[in-house]
Protein backbone atom coordinates (compact mmCIF):
# COMPACT_ATOMS: atom_id res chain seq x y z
CA UNK A 1 0.00 0.00 0.00
CA UNK A 2 1.02 3.46 -0.90
CA UNK A 3 0.35 6.44 1.60
CA UNK A 4 -0.63 9.38 -0.02
CA UNK A 5 -2.45 11.64 2.85
CA UNK A 6 -1.70 11.63 6.16
CA UNK A 7 -3.96 12.51 8.87
CA UNK A 8 -2.91 13.85 12.18
CA UNK A 9 -3.13 15.71 15.24
CA UNK A 10 -1.49 17.05 18.01
CA UNK A 11 -0.91 13.46 19.32
CA UNK A 12 1.47 13.44 16.79
CA UNK A 13 4.48 14.46 16.34
CA UNK A 14 5.77 16.40 13.35
CA UNK A 15 10.29 16.54 12.80
CA UNK A 16 10.25 16.99 9.07
CA UNK A 17 7.15 17.37 6.48
CA UNK A 18 9.77 17.70 4.02
CA UNK A 19 10.85 14.55 4.47
CA UNK A 20 7.27 13.40 4.38
CA UNK A 21 6.78 14.65 1.24
CA UNK A 22 10.13 13.53 0.19
CA UNK A 23 8.75 9.69 0.76
CA UNK A 24 5.60 9.95 -1.74
CA UNK A 25 3.21 11.68 0.94
CA UNK A 26 1.03 14.60 -1.10
CA UNK A 27 -1.11 15.74 1.31
CA UNK A 28 -2.02 16.65 5.13
CA UNK A 29 -5.61 16.29 6.80
CA UNK A 30 -4.99 18.20 10.29
CA UNK A 31 -7.50 17.69 13.22
CA UNK A 32 -8.69 21.83 13.61
CA UNK A 33 -11.60 20.97 16.05
CA UNK A 34 -14.05 19.34 18.05
CA UNK A 35 -17.72 19.43 19.00
CA UNK A 36 -18.50 23.46 19.90
CA UNK A 37 -14.93 24.74 21.52
CA UNK A 38 -11.91 22.98 21.21
CA UNK A 39 -9.47 23.69 18.96
CA UNK A 40 -6.49 21.86 17.79
CA UNK A 41 -3.60 23.59 19.29
CA UNK A 42 -1.15 22.78 16.26
CA UNK A 43 -3.17 23.14 13.77
CA UNK A 44 -2.21 27.15 12.33
CA UNK A 45 1.55 25.77 12.66
CA UNK A 46 1.39 22.92 10.91
CA UNK A 47 -0.53 24.36 8.29
CA UNK A 48 2.65 26.87 7.46
CA UNK A 49 5.15 23.50 7.71
CA UNK A 50 2.93 21.48 5.14
CA UNK A 51 2.72 24.65 2.68
CA UNK A 52 6.64 24.88 2.89
CA UNK A 53 6.60 21.23 1.52
CA UNK A 54 4.12 21.41 -0.80
CA UNK A 55 1.48 19.02 0.77
CA UNK A 56 -1.93 19.40 0.01
CA UNK A 57 -3.92 20.97 3.38
CA UNK A 58 -6.94 19.47 4.95
CA UNK A 59 -9.01 20.20 7.91
CA UNK A 60 -11.77 17.79 9.91
CA UNK A 61 -13.80 18.42 12.59
CA UNK A 62 -13.93 15.25 15.26
CA UNK A 63 -18.22 15.31 15.85
CA UNK A 64 -19.85 15.54 19.18
CA UNK A 65 -23.50 15.49 19.91
CA UNK A 66 -23.38 19.40 20.35
CA UNK A 67 -25.82 21.71 18.39
CA UNK A 68 -24.63 21.35 14.94
CA UNK A 69 -24.39 25.59 14.03
CA UNK A 70 -21.81 25.74 17.05
CA UNK A 71 -20.19 23.16 15.98
CA UNK A 72 -19.55 24.45 12.01
CA UNK A 73 -18.93 28.20 14.51
CA UNK A 74 -15.89 26.49 15.95
CA UNK A 75 -14.83 24.25 12.51
CA UNK A 76 -14.62 27.41 10.18
CA UNK A 77 -13.02 30.12 13.21
CA UNK A 78 -10.36 26.94 14.03
CA UNK A 79 -9.85 25.35 10.14
CA UNK A 80 -9.98 29.43 8.35
CA UNK A 81 -10.46 27.66 5.08
CA UNK A 82 -9.13 28.80 1.65
CA UNK A 83 -10.43 27.80 -1.40
CA UNK A 84 -7.95 24.96 -1.43
CA UNK A 85 -8.59 24.09 1.99
CA UNK A 86 -10.27 20.19 2.30
CA UNK A 87 -12.73 20.46 4.79
CA UNK A 88 -13.81 16.71 6.80
CA UNK A 89 -16.37 15.86 8.92
CA UNK A 90 -15.13 13.00 11.07
CA UNK A 91 -18.07 10.96 11.67
CA UNK A 92 -16.54 8.02 14.11
CA UNK A 93 -17.90 6.61 17.14
CA UNK A 94 -17.27 9.36 20.23
CA UNK A 95 -19.28 7.09 22.34
CA UNK A 96 -19.60 10.33 25.77
CA UNK A 97 -21.33 12.65 22.90
CA UNK A 98 -22.23 10.72 19.37
CA UNK A 99 -23.60 12.92 16.65
CA UNK A 100 -26.18 10.96 15.12
CA UNK A 101 -26.96 10.63 11.14
CA UNK A 102 -28.85 12.98 11.05
CA UNK A 103 -26.49 15.67 13.04
CA UNK A 104 -24.05 14.45 10.29
CA UNK A 105 -26.36 15.51 7.42
CA UNK A 106 -26.85 18.69 8.83
CA UNK A 107 -23.49 19.67 9.59
CA UNK A 108 -22.60 18.71 5.84
CA UNK A 109 -25.78 20.47 4.80
CA UNK A 110 -24.70 23.85 6.72
CA UNK A 111 -21.00 23.33 5.75
CA UNK A 112 -22.03 23.44 1.96
CA UNK A 113 -23.77 26.82 2.58
CA UNK A 114 -20.93 28.48 4.32
CA UNK A 115 -18.36 27.08 2.03
CA UNK A 116 -20.34 27.35 -0.95
CA UNK A 117 -18.55 23.98 -2.32
CA UNK A 118 -18.77 20.41 -0.62
CA UNK A 119 -17.46 19.16 2.04
CA UNK A 120 -15.86 15.41 2.28
CA UNK A 121 -17.05 13.10 5.24
CA UNK A 122 -14.12 10.43 7.03
CA UNK A 123 -16.56 7.30 8.46
CA UNK A 124 -16.50 3.48 8.30
CA UNK A 125 -18.52 1.30 10.83
CA UNK A 126 -20.38 4.27 12.40
CA UNK A 127 -21.35 5.52 8.92
CA UNK A 128 -22.59 1.77 8.12
CA UNK A 129 -24.14 1.39 10.85
CA UNK A 130 -26.31 4.83 11.08
CA UNK A 131 -27.08 4.95 7.29
CA UNK A 132 -30.32 2.93 7.67
CA UNK A 133 -31.79 5.50 9.97
CA UNK A 134 -32.07 8.17 7.54
CA UNK A 135 -34.59 9.04 4.84
CA UNK A 136 -34.13 8.58 1.16
CA UNK A 137 -33.65 12.58 0.51
CA UNK A 138 -30.66 12.14 3.48
CA UNK A 139 -28.75 9.67 2.49
CA UNK A 140 -29.13 10.79 -1.20
CA UNK A 141 -27.36 13.81 -0.20
CA UNK A 142 -25.01 12.04 2.11
CA UNK A 143 -23.69 9.73 -0.23
CA UNK A 144 -23.39 12.46 -3.02
CA UNK A 145 -20.40 13.27 -0.92
CA UNK A 146 -16.84 11.85 -1.16
CA UNK A 147 -16.19 9.32 1.83
CA UNK A 148 -12.99 8.86 3.47
CA UNK A 149 -13.53 5.61 4.48
CA UNK A 150 -11.64 3.97 7.39
CA UNK A 151 -11.27 0.49 6.55
CA UNK A 152 -8.58 -0.82 8.29
CA UNK A 153 -7.48 -4.13 6.02
CA UNK A 154 -6.83 -5.47 2.72
CA UNK A 155 -9.97 -4.64 1.53
CA UNK A 156 -11.82 -1.69 1.12
CA UNK A 157 -16.31 -2.31 2.55
CA UNK A 158 -18.11 0.74 1.26
CA UNK A 159 -20.99 1.73 3.35
CA UNK A 160 -24.47 1.31 1.58
CA UNK A 161 -25.18 3.45 -1.24
CA UNK A 162 -21.20 4.56 -1.55
CA UNK A 163 -19.73 3.06 -5.30
CA UNK A 164 -16.29 3.98 -4.34
CA UNK A 165 -13.94 5.75 -1.65
CA UNK A 166 -12.37 8.78 -2.61
CA UNK A 167 -9.44 8.24 0.40
CA UNK A 168 -9.14 5.17 2.20
CA UNK A 169 -7.70 4.92 5.85
CA UNK A 170 -5.87 1.42 5.65
CA UNK A 171 -4.60 1.41 8.37
CA UNK A 172 -3.73 3.61 12.07
CA UNK A 173 -2.19 2.57 15.19
CA UNK A 174 -0.17 -0.17 13.64
CA UNK A 175 -3.23 -2.66 12.69
CA UNK A 176 -3.89 -2.60 8.71
CA UNK A 177 -1.55 -3.59 6.05
CA UNK A 178 2.06 -1.79 5.80
CA UNK A 179 3.15 0.92 5.97
CA UNK A 180 2.45 2.14 8.99
CA UNK A 181 4.73 4.86 8.92
CA UNK A 182 6.53 7.30 7.44
CA UNK A 183 9.34 9.48 7.50
CA UNK A 184 8.93 12.62 9.34
CA UNK A 185 6.37 11.97 11.77
CA UNK A 186 5.89 10.22 14.68
CA UNK A 187 2.83 8.25 15.84
CA UNK A 188 2.99 8.08 19.33
CA UNK A 189 1.96 4.44 19.50
CA UNK A 190 2.28 1.42 16.96
CA UNK A 191 1.65 3.87 13.72
CA UNK A 192 0.23 6.77 12.14
CA UNK A 193 -2.85 7.25 10.18
CA UNK A 194 -1.92 6.81 6.92
CA UNK A 195 -4.61 6.69 3.41
CA UNK A 196 -4.39 5.98 0.17
CA UNK A 197 -5.53 7.60 -2.98
CA UNK A 198 -6.26 5.43 -6.57
CA UNK A 199 -5.90 8.20 -8.83
CA UNK A 200 -2.34 10.84 -9.66
CA UNK A 201 -0.92 13.39 -7.83
CA UNK A 202 -2.98 15.80 -10.75
CA UNK A 203 -5.87 13.97 -9.88
CA UNK A 204 -5.77 14.30 -5.99
CA UNK A 205 -4.96 18.10 -6.28
CA UNK A 206 -8.26 18.70 -8.58
CA UNK A 207 -10.24 17.16 -6.41
CA UNK A 208 -8.81 18.27 -3.04
CA UNK A 209 -11.46 20.86 -2.21
Not at 69 to 76: E, G, K, Y
Not at 97 to 121: C, D, P, W
Not at 185 to 205: F, K, P
Request: net charge negative; with cysteine.
Amino acid sequence: MQPRVADISHHNVVEDLGAAAAAGLWGIIHKASQGRAYVDPDYTGRRKLAAAAGLLWGAYHFNTGDPVPLQIDNFLKAAQPDDETLMVLDFEDNRPSNMSAQQAVEFLHLLEQKLGRKGAIYSGNRLKETMGKLGPEDRAYLTSHRLWLCQYGPVAHLPAGFSNCWLWQYTGDGVGPPPHNIPGIVAGNGGIDLNAYAGTREQLAMEWA
